[in-house]
T-cell receptor, first 113, second 113 residues
């Protein structure tokens, strides 16, 4: 089946630290890959996306590269800020069928000043 | 402003009392979906709709109904709510392409006593 696995949280870092949140996927075919962010009390917002192998998505200092050979889409940021504290979801989107997003379980990130 | 709206945002109800959560989008999107978010499970699709009068089950449809009589609206109906339907619910819409961003509503937190 199709699934997404994210690193276990919660993750707590100090401001200006380097961030990596691991994400691997299993899918039939070649999905599009996404990172969504959920700030406290809000809905999900798209952070970045990649639609084919070796594509790099980037936004707000975050980056992730679609690695087909390792079926991964790890999220990175060089220097995190307190305002990055949120829950991050990795997701894939299938080409056929239900047009649904298949989500990982989410990783809660807390950045301390 | 392009948006997905949901109502109510918060609801506490009792077992067996029928309820409806409304969802509306103003972007003329064809695809709409309902997800539930539970701790440790990420988001899971309940139902989706590919256009007016076209709906289908997602991964966890039991205990839910939907309708799509107009393009902009996609209500979620719980005919006889049970405590295991206590969750955070999100409506989402997208234009239709597999690479397009899904737009999420702000969420409805439902508690069934």
């Amino acid at each position: 089946g199709n699934s997404v696995t994210q690193m276990e949280g919660p993750v707590t870092l100090s401001e200006e630290a380097f961030l990596t949140i691991n994400c691997t996927y299993t899918a039939t075919g070649y999905p599009s890959l996404f990172w969504y962010v959920q700030y406290p009390g809000e809905g999900l917002q798209l952070l970045l996306k990649a639609t084919k192998a070796d594509d790099k998505g980037s936004n707000k200092g975050f980056e992730a590269t679609y690695r087909k050979e390792t079926t991964s889409f790890h999220l990175e940021k060089g220097s995190v800020q307190v305002s990055d504290s949120a829950v991050y979801f990795c997701a894939l989107r299938l080409i056929q069928g239900a047009q649904k997003l298949v989500f990982g379980q989410g990783t809660r990130l807390t950045i301390n000043p | 402003e392009a948006q997905v709206t949901q109502n109510p945002r918060y609801l506490i109800t009792v077992t067996g009392k029928k309820l409806t959560v409304t969802c509306s989008q103003n972007m003329n999107h064809e695809y709409m979906s309902w997800y539930r978010q539970d701790p440790g499970l990420g988001l899971r699709q309940i139902y989706y709709s590919m256009n007016v009068e076209v709906t289908d089950k997602g991964d966890v449809p039991e205990g839910y109904k939907v309708s799509r009589k107009e393009k902009r609206n996609f209500p979620l109906i719980l005919e006889s709510p049970s405590p295991n339907q206590t969750s955070l619910y999100f409506c989402a819409s997208n234009p239709g392409s597999t690479t397009d961003t899904q737009y999420f509503g702000p969420g409805t937190r439902l508690t069934v006593l």
